[in-house]
């Protein structure tokens, strides 16, 4: 698996959203799904993190990981966006941008720096691709381990906290 490892900043992301170009024989992108790292933010250590996760996905076998992963001060490129992601459930890779936020929220939920951070990603993603659906990892499988507060009442938070316009519908869980 080819990863990118780039660590950008928001406006850096949002220069890489506005050039992105995408062809009638690219893949169509109508849903974000979003995910937790298996560790704690404060292990975060940037790059080598991002290796760490690329030797995770290469040990069972993925061909592609998620698409981004945001921590408290940057968002890290993974998987190309235009490339399908991998995510640990089956069947919700196609059409998908998978975003890892760093960190474990079982019991809590992300800190003001990666939820601002996930605000702006997500209303780029949103408006670029005029997706509506928004589902948290735990939606589609609830014995994965993922946190069920990462779902639609904390991204419509996220929306009214930071005054950002997530292009998203009801239909989300």
Not at 7 to 35: P, V
Not at 80 to 86: D, V, W
Not at 101 to 106: E, I, N, S
Request: aromatic share 12%.
């Amino acid at each position: 698996m080819k990863i990118l490892n780039r660590k950008m900043t928001l406006k850096a992301f949002q220069d890489y959203i506005d050039e992105m170009k995408f062809g009638i024989f690219d893949r169509k992108i109508d849903r974000i799904i979003l995910h937790h790292t298996s560790s704690p933010i404060e292990s975060w250590q940037n790059s080598a993190s991002m290796l760490h996760y690329w030797r995770l996905y290469e040990s069972r076998g993925w061909k592609a990981g998620p698409h981004l992963f945001i921590s408290k001060d940057s968002i890290w490129l993974f998987t190309p966006i235009k490339k399908e992601g991998k995510a640990s459930t089956k069947g919700i890779n196609k059409g998908s941008i998978h975003i890892e936020l760093v960190g474990r929220y079982f019991d809590k939920y992300p800190g003001p720096e990666v939820a601002k951070l996930t605000a702006h990603v997500l209303e780029l993603l949103t408006n670029k691709f005029k997706i509506k659906t928004i589902r948290s990892h735990y939606s589609y499988d609830e014995n994965s381990n993922c946190s069920p507060l990462v779902d639609f009442p904390w991204v419509v938070s996220l929306k009214n906290k930071y005054l950002v316009n997530i292009n998203i519908t009801k239909d989300i869980c």
